[in-house]
């Protein structure tokens, strides 16, 4: 991380309790929407979304399979906030 401006902007993201558990399950299993709307029980358009607000703040990253689009953390730094979070 470069500046306090791209923290900022990080950390903001991460910053809503959905945001969160989908960076947090986005770390332990499984990449696509539909995988994580089976988990977060949340619509579908929401939880694309939260994505496109983490993918824009370059939290996360995505990559196409066959006809699903599969995310994942794109910031190493993130999973070391994500086991603090999870300490506290």
């Given at each position: 991380?470069?500046?306090?401006?791209?923290?900022?902007?990080?950390?903001?993201?991460?910053?809503?309790?959905?945001?969160?558990?989908?960076?947090?399950?986005?770390?332990?299993?499984?990449?696509?929407?539909s995988?994580?709307?089976?988990?977060?029980g949340?619509?579908?358009?929401?939880?694309?979304?939260?994505?496109?607000?983490?993918?824009?703040?370059?939290?996360?990253?995505?990559?196409?399979?066959?006809?699903?689009?599969?995310?994942?953390?794109?910031?190493?730094?993130?999973?070391?906030?994500?086991?603090?979070?999870?300490?506290?």
């Open positions: 991380m470069n500046s306090f401006e791209e923290q900022s902007r990080i950390l903001k993201a991460l910053a809503h309790p959905h945001r969160l558990e989908i960076v947090m399950r986005l770390k332990e299993d499984g990449c696509s929407v995988e994580i709307q089976d988990n977060l949340l619509p579908q358009s929401t939880i694309s979304h939260h994505l496109l607000i983490l993918k824009n703040a370059g939290v996360l990253s995505s990559r196409r399979e066959g006809t699903v689009v599969c995310y994942s953390i794109e910031i190493e730094a993130v999973n070391e906030i994500l086991g603090i979070l999870a300490e506290i």
